[in-house]
């Protein structure tokens, strides 16, 4: 159970503007009421006499964010070592975890998706001990919804061995790390990470852009395999992502029932409208197309990187027009923690509207995760709530600029005064 805390007096938050996610209209002024975690009240025509008042004078009022794909366990602070993701022991990783962490929440970003350690731990679930210090108060970051350990093959995209092409026998990773083989092995991983807390489980079912193991996109997991990994995950109540790209293994994964696609840079027009029929999420992490740095990758990567790219950023276009279910999602840190927002100016880019882009960080993302708390400024939700400056209907790079930050009623950033200086 979290810590109890000191009761605290309800809050008026207020602006010059807040937006309403489901009209998809500014509403002057923006006037919350929160009592504890939650949105009591929108506008309230009065309030209890020991109400603590902020005033964000000329601001815009928007629920908290969410992204749907990061790895809070990388990247980060001191990073610039390659071979980093395979000499942090778990203990420097989860202080890692704690910068990244906080970094993210202060970009308004305040519930994520940590999809899938791919690091040698001994098994521990980094990413679940993370989201129970967040719950319990005891560090800053946003509400983490933890896959614990990607399930990938042997040499699969997400086997982090592959990555430094390492000779045979070196850092071995075992099955409760997601190194999975063949049907009672995915079972066994999925079990795994569900048992010790994963929310929703990451499956490796296609090559990656940077894989050394074959061309992007070519499925790497059987169709039985995936079938077995989707069936565990769903009887026991759990969603399944797939890091996926190339059409057929994205079409492998529809059928197996995997609920969330991510990246799908390859996929065709046919496998789109599959999706669209079947109601199948796709987190696009377009931006990666426009800000992942591979200039120090092998030249092979990068020659494939120039490659799939440019194709990456007309699928989603397609996606978009189709009416695909797309979840802002950016594969920190693919792009740096803490710049979360450029895969919203990304998506309008690629012709989505501010709104949508909006809601693919708000209510498309509650919906993919199955949160009805939260991606809407309405009574009875959780008190996340940022503030931008401007119109973000109209210039989406607003969202880039956040100056105020609230998660379940606490505030973790504050424009500055002259009294206070920043919070």
């Known amino acids: 159970m979290p810590r109890p805390r000191t009761p605290q007096p309800p809050v008026r938050l207020r602006a010059a503007r807040m937006l309403d996610v489901d009209k998809g209209e500014?509403?002057?002024?923006?006037?919350?009421?929160?009592?504890?975690?939650?949105?009591v009240?929108?506008?309230?025509?009065a309030v209890p006499p020991d109400t603590v008042e902020i005033d964000l004078g000329d601001l815009t009022l928007l629920p908290g964010l969410m992204d749907m794909e990061v790895n809070l366990l990388l990247g980060g602070p001191d990073h610039r070592s390659p071979l980093n993701p395979v000499q942090d022991d778990p203990a420097v990783r989860t202080l890692r975890a704690v910068a990244n962490a906080r970094r993210t929440l202060r970009a308004g970003f305040t519930t994520?998706?940590?999809l899938g350690l791919f690091v040698q731990t001994g098994g521990l679930l980094l990413d679940v001990a993370l989201q129970k210090a967040v719950d319990l108060g005891w560090i800053d970051g946003?509400?983490?919804?933890?896959?614990?350990h990607a399930i990938t093959p042997t040499g699969g995209h997400l086997d982090p061995t592959m990555f430094q092409a390492f000779a045979p026998h070196i850092?071995?990773?075992t099955v409760e790390e997601g190194i999975a083989n063949g049907v009672d092995e995915v079972r066994k991983a999925v079990r795994y990470q569900i048992k010790h807390g994963a929310r929703l489980i990451k499956v490796c079912a296609s090559n990656g852009v940077m894989s050394h193991t074959g061309p992007a996109g070519a499925q790497q997991y059987s169709d039985e395999e995936l079938r077995a990994i989707a069936d565990e995950a769903h009887r026991a109540g759990r969603r399944v992502a797939a890091h996926c790209m190339g059409d057929r293994a994205i079409r492998a994964a529809l059928d197996a029932g995997i609920d969330c696609i991510e990246h799908g840079f390859l996929a065709s027009d046919e496998t789109l409208d599959l999706m669209v029929e079947r109601g199948t999420f796709l987190v696009a992490t377009t931006y990666i197309a426009d800000g992942m740095d591979v200039s120090k990758a092998a030249p092979e990567l990068q020659a494939k990187a120039a490659e799939v790219f440019p194709l990456a950023k007309a699928t989603i276009r397609l996606a978009i027009e189709r009416g695909v279910r797309v979840a802002c999602g950016t594969d920190a840190p693919a792009i740096p923690h803490g710049r979360n927002a450029k895969e919203l100016i990304a998506l309008v880019d690629r012709g989505m509207t501010p709104l949508a882009a909006i809601r693919a960080a708000t209510t498309v993302a509650a919906e993919l995760i199955e949160a009805d708390d939260r991606g809407r400024l309405e009574p009875g939700l959780l008190a996340d709530v940022i503030a931008v400056p401007g119109d973000p209907l109209t210039d989406i790079g607003v969202t880039e600029d956040v100056r105020f930050v609230m998660k379940g009623g606490q505030v973790y950033r504050r424009p500055p005064s002259p009294e206070t200086g920043s919070l």
Not at 41 to 45: G, R, T
């Open 26 to 39: 500014l509403v002057a002024p923006g006037d919350l009421l929160i009592e504890g975690e939650r949105i």
């Open 41 to 45: 009240e929108v506008a309230p025509a």
């Open 112 to 114: 994520v998706r940590n």
């Open 142 to 148: 946003p509400r983490v919804v933890p896959a614990g």
């Open 171 to 173: 850092m071995p990773l």
